[in-house]
């Protein structure tokens, strides 16, 4: 009689935000680990680069009617996103691909090439109207990948010569890079940044965000860009009951840099992501994983995650509300939030008024 294989372990892998390659929800073969005596291969196996990959724009602008959501439009430069991080929403996105929610959303990266003449012929359609639109909005238009590929700077060339009001929400210090055409938007009331800070835990980040800039680098961006005359906000997302507990300290941190304004979304599980960020709590906080699953019921009625529009940035219940308590206290007490940013959509110059832009770059 043959004894049964022995499955292998979950292990953290270094640098990495998820630990495996989960199965995506269109995939029919659920596959699993196991030790079959030659462990030296799975350690092998379990060392992850990062690729990338071309992949033709068939479109710039994307378009959304949620009514959660201050905006309507966005572009997004990258599918993927190498910050790792264990709680991103944007995970599943990856299983339309064929990939994994898991290590290939994060080791597998796809970018968009022609992204700009898509813009442009997008922006100089005589049915255009102008309104803010939000940059990287499923993943970071400044994770590490665009340090070569440039692809954000390109689309931001494009709106700041259309003088085209955008928003962007970043956890990556590469936006300075960029003060030089973020700056005249914002003179022009077409700019505004916001900076993800989860945590002031430096050891609670790397585990959360291994591969994006940590929390003191991200203070620091925020006064660089205040300091430019940049509208700049923090994002304190997302709330994780019992694991980043420090919301009202990020909120100071962030308004000594010179933030101005700030919001927050609690923690969504959508599809792959809640067994993925199950095992994240297994590996880093088995103590508490159960308790921190408990608190998520309470916030999506009994269950792991609710999409309903009224719900699912704030979550419902008592702890919602005592969420909710809390950022707003502290927000009023440091004088964030006091001014609504309006956005001038009046200059706005379709691209072919502008020139041959195209060749500008």
Known sequence: MHEPPIAIPVRQIKGRGSATRLAHRFERDAREPFDDGWAADFEEATRTTTTWTWEEAKSAISRNTSPDIGFDRSINPYRGCEH?????????????????????FETRLIAKRGLKERLIHELASPRYSPGMVALGTITDAYQPLDRELRLTREVLQVLHDCHHPMAVVTKGSGIERDI??????????????????????????????????????????????ADAGIPVGVSVSPQIPFINDDMEQV??????????????????????????????????????????????????????????????????????????????????????????HEWNVEDFRPPSTVGQMGLDF
């Open 84 to 104: 790792g991080c264990s709680y991103c929403y944007a995970r599943p996105s990856h299983s339309y691909l064929g990939l994994s929610p898991g290590l290939d």
């Open 180 to 225: 030089d055409l973020l700056a005249p938007m914002a003179a022009r009331r077409q700019a505004g940044v916001y900076v993800s800070v989860t945590t002031l835990d430096a050891d609670l980040a790397r585990r959360m965000e291994p591969r994006a800039a940590a929390p003191w680098r991200r203070l620091r961006t925020i006064r660089t860009l």
């Open 251 to 340: 909120l100071e941190a962030a308004r000594d840099a010179g933030a101005t304004s700030a919001f927050y979304v609690v923690l969504r599980l959508p599809w792959e992501l809640s067994p993925l960020f199950r095992q994240w709590l297994d590996l880093h906080y088995p103590d508490r994983a159960a308790r921190v699953m408990a608190r998520m019921h309470d916030l999506r009625g009994g269950k792991d995650y609710d999409a309903s529009f009224a719900t699912r940035r704030s979550g419902q219940g008592i702890w919602a509300d005592l969420i909710a308590q809390r950022f707003d206290k502290a927000c009023r007490r440091l004088g964030l939030n006091r001014r609504r």
